[in-house]
């Protein structure tokens, strides 16, 4: 191509200032990304995606405001995600076989040198794609504007036309190609031991009676023919490599055994085992054909070696980012469509800013739930508090609200609609979890001592613009001791400045730290889920904790206080 351009990214702007950090697994599936993203695509390699994106985190609000405004602008036009979906066959292509990109194809054979042909075919299909589909669109964003005009600029090069010119013409002289004949030489137990090219035919074989004359040969010596000329016969029966069907056949004709120790029979010479130097017989195939073949390999390594220096890959890079967009923005339209609310989130350029969440909730509910019956909760980080403990009865939505904070984050920060009717927010440069471990990770330590140097661990890593996600930590021990250790743990987070939300059954500690109890740190708030008598509202508020009094309704309800259970006596 004639002119260098940057290279094209819609999702990593700003490259050469801008860091990220990756999440551990630990974090991705304590917030139940994991599952989300299950949810979003079924594809393996699709999941493992939109996992890398979202843990990928980097504080810079000008990241995260380019990401969303491209997302919400493929959000509006279904049209052009459709288009972009219709590449992935051909970037499946670039992927499988971008091996092959090389600055010279001296020395490999024709079979390389199709692939190569191919991809370059798929890579221009791509581009002319990717510019017809963004070349009328309104768009607003930055990112997708930028990406037209470098589909553009690659699209109107004179480079990229005469490629388009040389690889139409190539493959109208690959196509005159149609079938191979191999010539196979075997042992006494009908294993290949050397392979050769027959012919190149401008027709392919068609089926026969293949199987009939070869059980004939065996039973009829003098069926065997005593010459290794080819009879220019385009006779040919498929097998099915995974059928023993001749063998049988052979069997039942001939009335004897015949050894299939590996599959050359059903023509499938990649299979044959490495004792038998039978690996070779592909390389000796292509060697023969590449020879046969001279100048039509010829003219493929001048045309190919003339483009060597098209960059294919990127185009294929840019289109996972796309893929990224496109599976969100369909997973939101589904979601809207059945009723649930969302909005596009606003970042902000100062830690101080914190975040405010109006009607939020976690997409997890939307798996099991109905919009209707699902509450949603409002919640703010800023001169209000920046540290909050969260207490409440057993199963009342703690821990739901507390991975919904760090989904809220993770998806705003990766461009994505949140599950929320409002949310602006400071972005931050991590966010950890600190959730229960699995009891084979503290057999060393034990539970208690894990959990005091995992915590160690996320604090070191912690700034104040990180996010801090603790659940039922240090409640492995006695009350006291989980109590003293908990107590100094806040005390560190507050004096640090990080935002966190710790929920726990010590409401003492709650009482003690925070501004609802009378407490002297200022940046802790008590957060209680609002009991309704004996029901579980799942909705939070800042105040102070309950948590007598839900006991007491508890106790009430199935009879165990003193009252009830000496009314009788």
Sequence with gaps: MSATRDKLTILFPFQDRVEYRSLSDETMHDLGLDALCQAVTADGKEQALLMQVLRSVTPD????????????????????????????????????????????????????????????????????????CLREASLQSQGLRELRAGIHAIWEDSGFDGLKQDIAALKATTDSVKSVTIGMNLNER??????????????????????????????????????????????????DSGSSFLADKVNEIAGTTVRMRNPLLAMTLSSVPDSDGGREIPRTMDSALTHTLSSLVRKLREVLNRHAAISIREVSD??????????????????????????????????????????????????????????????????????????????????????????????????????????????????????????????????????????????????ESSLLLLNESFSTTSFEEGYYIATDAVKAIAHRGIRCIYNTHMHKLAQDLTQEGGGSLREVRSLIVRSQGHQRSFQIQVAPPEGSSYARDIAEKYGVTYDCLLEKD
């Design 318 to 463: 840019l289109i996972p980012e796309l893929v990224f967009y496109v599976r969100w923005a369909e997973y939101w339209q589904k979601l809207t469509t059945a009723g649930w609310p969302c909005c596009k989130p606003q970042p902000g350029e100062s830690a101080e800013q914190g975040m405010k969440a109006r009607g939020f909730y976690n997409l997890k509910l939307t798996q099991v739930e109905s919009p209707a019956s699902t509450v949603r909760n409002d919640l703010s980080f800023g001169e209000e508090g920046r540290v909050y403990l969260l207490t409440g009865a057993n199963r009342g939505g703690k821990t739901t609200v507390t991975q919904a904070v760090g989904q809220l984050f993770l998806m705003a920060q990766s461009g994505l609609y949140v599950a929320a009717e409002e949310f602006s927010y400071a972005p931050v440069d991590g966010v950890y979890t600190h959730f229960p471990a699995d009891e084979d990770k503290t057999l060393d330590l034990g539970r208690l001592g894990e959990e005091c140097q995992r915590f160690r661990e996320l604090f070191q890593a912690c700034s």
């Design 61 to 132: 609000s000008e990241v995260a405001r380019y990401r969303a405004e491209v997302f919400d602008d493929l959000y509006h036009h279904p049209e052009i995600r459709e288009k972009l979906l219709s590449l992935l066959d051909h970037v499946k292509f670039l992927n499988d076989f971008g091996a092959v990109r090389r600055s010279s194809d001296e020395g490999v054979g024709v079979w390389d040198l199709i692939h190569r042909m191919d991809e370059l075919r798929d890579y221009i299909a791509t581009v002319e794609a990717m510019e017809e």
């Design 190 to 239: 009908f294993e290949p031991v050397q392979a050769g090219l027959v012919s190149v035919n401008s027709k392919p074989f068609s089926r026969s009676n293949l199987i009939q004359h070869f059980a004939d040969a065996l039973v009829r010596r003098e069926a065997i023919r005593g010459t290794d000329e080819w009879d220019g016969s385009m006779n040919w029966q498929p097998a």
